[in-house]
């Protein structure tokens, strides 16, 4: 694929359940970031990956939030027991490593009801 | 903590017209990027123009240029001959070049302003 690509595009869910969201990067790019948008918070970092190195997770708003990424390609975003706070556009990106451009997927929508 | 401030919601402008969206910032860093993103309807963010902060030059991208005043720690984006197209939100960014540092990578972006271009 030429982009970053999210699955799904959007995702309604009701509270109290888990959800996972699917980020496939850049081929070949090492570093794999995931950025929550939300009305009330604005853009705001969630976690990094760098090749093999430990993530950064510093930017996880809770411990119901995880995500691993596998093989160094795939990541999946998951949060337990979703709230409705949770409500946001994902956004997945990657890079050819962690100083170069960020490239953007279109994000996953999650609405939890 | 570095933080990035959008003080204009909403911005917009006729057709072929210029328009300058501002952008302030803190930081205690010497070294660092600053970025402006568009990001559609689509919700797809798109990398409109960068610039590090050790160079004096602004930075320019065909109809996009920048005003970096890095004193005052400002990062204004000027969109000349506006078009249709161009409208979108966009946002400020900034990335530490500090490897070492607890912010090395990731972007901190500012509030949003959402352009409107009228014909």
């Known amino acids: 694929g030429a982009g970053v690509s999210q699955s799904p595009s959007n995702k309604v869910t009701e509270k109290g359940k888990d959800v996972e969201l699917r980020c496939d990067p850049i081929?070949?790019?090492?570093?794999l970031y995931w950025y929550r948008q939300s009305l009330g918070q604005g853009l705001e970092f969630l976690i990094y990956?760098?090749?093999?190195?430990?993530?950064?997770k510093s930017g996880l708003p809770s411990d119901r939030f995880s995500a691993e990424r596998t093989g160094g390609s795939v990541s999946t975003l998951t949060i337990q027991r979703t709230q409705q706070e949770d409500s946001a556009v994902y956004l997945c990106?990657?890079?050819?490593?962690?100083?170069?451009?960020?490239?953007f997927g279109p994000g996953t929508r999650l609405t939890v009801l | 903590a570095q933080t990035v401030t959008q003080s204009q919601p909403e911005m917009s402008v006729q057709e072929a017209e210029t328009v300058t969206l501002s952008c302030t910032y803190d930081?205690?860093?010497?070294?660092?990027?600053l970025f402006w993103y568009k990001q559609p309807p689509s919700r797809q963010m798109i990398l409109v123009i960068r610039?590090?902060?050790?160079?004096?030059q602004n930075a320019t991208e065909n109809r996009f240029s920048v005003n970096f005043q890095k004193a005052a720690k400002s990062f204004s984006l000027k969109i000349s001959d506006s078009q249709l197209g161009d409208a979108a939100m966009y946002f400020c960014?900034?990335?530490?070049?500090?490897?070492?540092?607890?912010?090395?990578?990731?972007?901190?972006f500012g509030q949003g302003t959402i352009l409107t271009v009228h014909p």
């Open positions: 081929s070949g790019h090492t570093a």
């Open positions: 610039q590090e902060a050790y160079k004096q």
């Open positions: 990956f760098q090749g093999n190195s430990a993530p950064d």
């Open positions: 960014a900034y990335r530490s070049s500090n490897a070492g540092g607890t912010s090395y990578g990731k972007l901190t």
């Open positions: 990106a990657s890079s050819s490593a962690v100083p170069n451009e960020q490239f």
């Open positions: 930081t205690s860093e010497s070294d660092y990027y």
